[in-house]
């Protein structure tokens, strides 16, 4: 969808020529989040830029659908792009509602339905049109201008986006906030979007594709997960941090790592059978007990059934935790801390029972490096989480 | 805020001091006096302010236009050393320019309302530069990357974001003017300069003041008439005079 060949741009300063971006291929796929992700200066912002020609490009092209967009006028070129910047830029002589019709007005839609577009952008950000519509920018709070500064570009419903550090100027709590807001969104909306930061955690959580800039050169571009287990170099993996394998719980689902092996009982099944059933799995302190439906309610520990006689149902302890398919291994991994045990029980969404996750495969799984395409093909992007 | 606080002081003191000087001049029977020129200030009133009205009108129809045109991008390599001449310009007292109208104009009407002309659209012309180029990089890059024309960010962005700026300098720029158009009587443009200066010449205190207390309150009331328009004319947004 948004495409880049070779795209450079050389600054000519008083000091000599900067290159801030040197021959930059890539490609985001429709509805993707590409995160654009270096230090300081190392041409995130120019590369974006180049993209709706607020900065020209030195050489290179960009396509947008496959189109090449040299060919196009600059401002039919910027009103298909939705644009964030980073300092938000809302005009501060109109008010929120006429800031974020700006892009409609332009594009000559009659009043009833840019007045209407208004109201819908707001529900979108959560925001109450009533109480905000006839204010005034200077009367909004940072993260309320950051919101509206989202809605404007999103205003006329323009394929691509451009964000540009776009949440930077929210402090964390809100901005998780935001960001979680965006994502919602974007899983109805399904924009192609460039986006800057240069937060890694924001990248991990927002980004279908990372790309990782340095000194002008796109040095890895690859989904997260691929990013965290296998960083092309010693950049790239100072970059990300020593806490990288750490990061990619956050990636990780339930589904990619759930093991369907597990034994049970029932109620009706006797001590003895519980104890056989544990020495046969080779369990050390316990077997999940489910209801008819396979829906897990307790567990039997070895000692019980060591020490009494009986039927399971009467001798069952409370069940420490049950995880999702869905969730991911960083709640997991919480979960086995706060009940000090090295594996839980996995439920889909109507609580049958589907396996286990044990802290086994999960340090598996994150201590292996990047092995299939197949778990990136089936384990979604963590949109909504 | 403090400055307005502070004007609004002012305001205050100069009608109470007006009104005790009424007292006063009602006492002293200097009123009747004063009456005895009230077809001439009535006159010479309106001639003062059409001398005002013309060289102030030609002054902003030409200076806004002026400062938009230096604050584009493509003539920002002279506009820097042409608003430099321009604050040179603002330098030479009034007087001086006027003198210089006269030399080339010769004696009249003409050559008051050129030279009051040139001593209004030097504050014009400065602030609707600097308001124009002090609209922030940021808020000029979002309306490029929205896809609005060269055009349409003057219109919907720059201009509604200086023009308090602009504002300001019309404001300025007219109480300059109407202080100074008693002078074009010097070279013979009549206004409430003549009762002014005859009133010097003849040491006739009352007929000085004729002209002298109409032309403080004419500069007073332009001065409110003007600031009444920014505040009705600028967007609520961008106006400090009416943030809540
Ligand atoms: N207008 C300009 N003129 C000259 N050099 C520039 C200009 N804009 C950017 N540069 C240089 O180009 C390089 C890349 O800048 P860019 O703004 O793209 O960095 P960035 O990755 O966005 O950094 P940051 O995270 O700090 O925003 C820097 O070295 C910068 O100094
Ligand atoms: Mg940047």
Not at chain 1, 144 to 149: D, L
Not at chain 1, 179 to 199: G, N, R, Y
Not at chain 1, 337 to 360: E, K, M, S, Y
């Amino acid at each position: 969808m948004i495409r880049l060949d070779n795209l450079t741009k050389v600054f000519d300063t008083p000091d000599g020529a900067v290159v801030a971006a040197d021959h930059i291929s890539m490609e985001v796929p429709r509805g993707e989040i590409c995160v654009l992700l270096g230090p300081s200066g190392c041409g995130k912002t120019t590369t974006l830029k180049m993209i709706n020609r607020i900065v020209r490009s030195t050489s290179g092209k960009v396509f947008l659908d496959g189109e090449d967009t040299s060919g196009l006028d600059t401002e039919a070129l910027r009103r298909n792009i939705g644009y964030v910047i980073q300092q938000i830029g809302l005009f501060p002589n109109m008010t929120i509602e006429e800031n974020i019709t700006v892009v409609p007005k332009l594009l000559g839609w009659d009043k009833q339905r840019y007045k209407t577009r208004a109201r819908e952008l707001m529900d979108m950000i959560a925001m109450d049109a009533e109480a905000f519509l006839k204010r005034y920018p200077s009367e909004l709070s940072g993260g309320q201008q950051q919101r509206i500064g989202v809605a404007r570009a999103l205003a006329a419903d323009p394929p691509v986006m451009l964000m540009d550090e776009p949440f930077g100027a929210i402090d964390p709590i809100n901005r998780a906030v935001i960001q979680d807001e965006f994502l919602k969104m974007q899983a109805e909306l399904q924009k192609t979007i460039m986006f800057v930061s240069h937060d890694i955690d924001e990248a991990i959580k927002m980004g279908d594709r990372i790309a990782i800039f340095r000194e002008g050169k796109l040095v890895q571009y690859s989904e997260p997960d691929e990013l965290l287990s296998a960083p092309k170099n010693t950049f790239v993996e100072s970059f990300l941090g020593e806490d990288r394998a750490l990061k990619r719980l956050n990636l990780v689902r339930v589904r990619d790592v759930i093991s369907d092996e597990i034994g049970t009982v029932v109620g009706n099944d006797t001590l003895t059978t519980a104890r056989e059933r544990i020495d046969a799995h080779g369990y050390r302190d316990a077997i999940l007990l489910v209801d008819d439906r396979r829906r897990p309610i307790g567990v039997i520990s070895r000692d019980t059934t060591g020490s009494h006689q009986g039927y399971c149902r009467d001798h069952m302890r409370g069940l420490p935790a049950v995880v999702n398919l869905g969730d991911d291994l960083r709640k997991v991994a919480s979960l086995m801390f706060a009940h000090d045990t090295t594996w839980l029980p996995c439920v889909d969404d109507n609580g049958t029972l589907c396996g286990q996750i044990t802290q086994r495969d999960m340090t598996h799984h994150l201590g292996s490096r990047y092995r299939a395409r197949r778990s990136a093909a089936d384990s979604e992007k963590p949109v909504g989480s | 805020m403090p400055i307005r606080s502070l004007s609004s002081a002012l305001k205050l003191g100069a009608a109470i001091l007006l009104f005790l000087a009424g007292v006063w001049a009602q006492a002293s029977g200097l009123v009747d006096e004063f009456r005895f020129y009230w077809p001439d200030i009535r006159y010479l009133s309106v001639q003062h302010l059409w001398l005002t009205a013309i060289s102030g009108g030609l002054a902003v129809v030409v200076a806004v236009p002026l400062g938009v045109l230096l604050s584009r991008p493509s003539v920002s390599r002279w506009a820097e050393s042409l608003m430099q001449l321009l604050n040179v310009g603002t330098t030479i007292p009034t007087l001086a320019v006027l003198a210089l109208s006269m030399s080339f104009l010769g004696i009249g009407t003409a050559p008051a309302i050129f030279g009051l002309f040139v001593a209004t659209l030097l504050p014009i012309a400065r602030n609707t530069y600097v308001g124009l180029r002090s609209v922030s990089p940021a808020l000029m890059e979002a309306a490029a990357g929205i896809g609005m024309s060269p055009l349409q960010r003057l219109l919907r962005v720059e201009l509604p974001n200086a023009l308090y700026v602009i504002f300001a300098g019309i404001r300025t720029a007219l109480a300059i003017n109407i202080g100074t158009v008693p002078l074009a009587f010097l070279i013979g443009a009549g206004g409430l300069g003549e009762l002014i200066f005859t009133g010097i010449d003849l040491y006739d205190t009352v007929m000085m003041l004729s002209g002298a207390i109409p032309t403080a309150l004419l500069a007073v009331l332009v001065d409110v008439m003007i600031a009444l328009i920014t505040f009705l004319v600028v967007p609520r947004g961008v106006n400090p005079a009416r943030q809540r």
